[in-house]
């Protein structure tokens, strides 16, 4: 396979052509914090907390999805690059539920735990949140829309792991929301004996009946900053 | 790492026919039913979740029934800087409906929508497929009637 020559942070590396910025940099330890990517299922630059500045691209570029190329001069921690990953995730907090002290995903949460990581804080801005019921018709998932961040790992696990499309987008904007057929209720046979999407969760969203209490042993995140 | 460049979900040949088949059941039907889609879903190998996730993304495809005739008022900011706002209370005001309702009668469905499109001739609207340009409100009556 071609090699690529190219540099991050000042580092001149060489890659081999079709991987990602974030799989270079992954190789050579350099960390790139993401949210939606996960190394098993096909990139969507989603959440966009994985971005990177790239020398002569006119806008900072999700690190998940865009290939290397000859040349590339790639800054993953600058100025530019930090104020903006922050401000992401500031975004997804200020229209998330924010009841962190009553989820049992708290300090487990890797939104949460990102949050940490880059000191954000406390949100800024004051938006609309997302609020629905609990779902836990089904014995094997309780589904908590509210904590849904629409990292959209569910869906590509169901699909690419699982081999099943139980989960799909539907409506837009700020409607947008993770659907099971028409906008029901989440109780599905094939749901049986399977919680690839409950590990794939980034948060409190989906998770097993029965399970309180289990996560709160973790090292409590404090968001700083 | 060949994700990147190989296989991408919802690319097969069927499935990219989803957009048209359902423009086609909406012109038929005027809505799309559970019904339709369920078919829809079976014949291009789709979840019924991803089916349903096209048809509530995009605005001019509709999940209930709509009224015979469907208003659609341009709610974007070249609209919204020549007073929208007044057209929209209008139309509110002569068919006695609130944006996303259907009239009792069945006459008449109203929307906002984003840009359509003539924003040197705002504001504007839509019925049905009909475009209204630089709209007055006494524009608006006659336009209406012309509908009943």
């Known amino acids: ?225 | 790492m060949n994700k990147i460049n190989g296989e991408i979900y919802m690319q097969n040949k069927e499935q990219k026919e989803l957009l048209v088949r359902l423009g086609e059941a909406q012109n038929k039907f005027g809505y799309l039913s559970e019904k339709v889609m369920i078919e829809l879903a079976e014949s291009l190998d789709m979840s019924i979740s991803d089916v349903y996730g096209v048809a509530t993304f995009y605005s001019f495809f509709s999940i209930r029934p709509q009224g015979r005739n469907i208003i659609r008022i341009c709610k974007s900011v070249p609209c919204f800087l020549k007073n929208s706002q007044v057209i929209i209370e209008t139309v509110e005001k002569e068919i006695g409906i609130k944006p996303g309702e259907t009239t009792p009668n069945g006459k008449f469905s109203f929307h906002l929508t984003n840009c359509i499109g003539v924003c040197d001739k705002a504001p504007a609207m839509m019925i049905n497929s009909e475009v209204y340009i630089d709209l007055t409100p006494n524009k608006i009556s006659q336009i209406l009637k012309a509908h009943k």
């Open chain 1, 1 to 225: 396979m071609e090699q690529i020559a190219l540099t991050i942070n000042d580092r001149q590396l060489s890659a081999s052509s079709g991987m990602t910025i974030l799989e270079v940099a992954k190789e050579n330890s350099i960390d790139i914090p993401a949210l939606c990517y996960r190394q098993e299922l096909s990139p969507i630059g989603a959440c966009r907390i994985c971005v990177v500045e790239v020398e002569r691209s006119e806008t900072l570029v999700g690190s998940c999805h865009t290939p290397i190329a000859q040349g590339m001069v790639i800054h993953t921690h600058s100025k530019k690059v930090l104020q903006v990953r922050k401000t992401m995730v500031e975004l997804l907090l200020a229209s998330h539920c924010g009841n962190c002290f009553m989820c049992d995903k708290a300090n487990i949460c890797e939104l949460r735990s990102i949050a940490t990581d880059l000191e954000v804080g406390l949100p800024r801005f004051q938006v609309k949140k997302r609020y629905y019921p609990v779902e836990d018709a089904s014995p094997f998932i309780v589904r908590d829309l509210t904590k849904c961040i629409l990292c959209r790992r569910c869906v590509s696990a169901c699909n690419e792991i699982k081999k099943e499309k139980v989960f799909g987008i539907a409506y837009r904007g700020f409607d947008s929301k993770v659907v099971v057929d028409f906008d029901q209720p989440i109780d599905k046979d094939v749901c049986r004996d399977c919680d690839v999407c409950i590990s794939f969760c980034p948060t409190g969203a989906l998770s097993k009946h029965g399970e309180i209490g289990e996560e709160k042993k973790g090292e409590p995140l404090i968001i700083s900053g």
